[in-house]
């Protein structure tokens, strides 16, 4: 299995050891759950220092998981890091659609406002380790959004890890962009992957939106799409449909030179 170590945050790298899928589990929990770990049970005590002024080795944290019930080893899923102020901070019916339909592991830290900035980044990406101690994961399908209050964490991530964050999507918020002429260490890491910006025709940071798309776009990152909505209130609530539509454009090898 492709498993990914994180062992330094923001503009340190991941560490990746390659090795391949192993026989079928058994006994895999599926469905909607919780799991609950510290930075010690993912990294050792050894490393988990490295990371005592983010949050100390042995607070339990809890992160929402969804599974997919045609959940198979054999076929690793993608990731969905879903970045959730709004409570309950559980799965709503369109992306439970889209994540069966997929094969796509939905994850979000549960908590999320008791949280500092860095920590909800840090947490929101290390839980990835911690699924891959259970579960065959398709490293080449990790992506990122959230729900309005998120999405600014959603895009950090994205833009910190875009070797390991291969496409987001931005829902109702404009996301953390870069300086014209100072774009992030691993913008040709972004341009292969995909990015959605998603708002309403009532979002009074809908210019905002369209404008953090054009950075990208100017940036040379041209796989990019935006999700204009008429909508009543300011969010936009996605459909089943127009989550798999998303998924798709992410998963889509469109990459241009």
Known sequence: MLRIFLFALFLYPFYIDYSFPQEEEENVKLGEFSITGTTTDIFGSQNAENYSKIIRPDEKVTWNVYIPNNYNPVKPAGVMLYFMSSKPNKIISSWKAGSDERNLIWISLANFDNYTNEQKMFLGVISLSLLQSEYQINTGRIYASGDSLGCVHASNAAQVYPNIISGAIYMNCRPQIWKKNKPPEGIEYMKKNHYVFVT?????????????????????????????HSTLTEDVRLSSSKVLELIDYLDSDTSEE
């Open 200 to 228: 309403s025709n009532r979002n009074e940071s809908r210019i905002d939106v369209r404008l953090a798309r054009n950075r990208y776009t100017d940036s040379g990152i041209k796989n990019t799409l935006l999700e204009t």
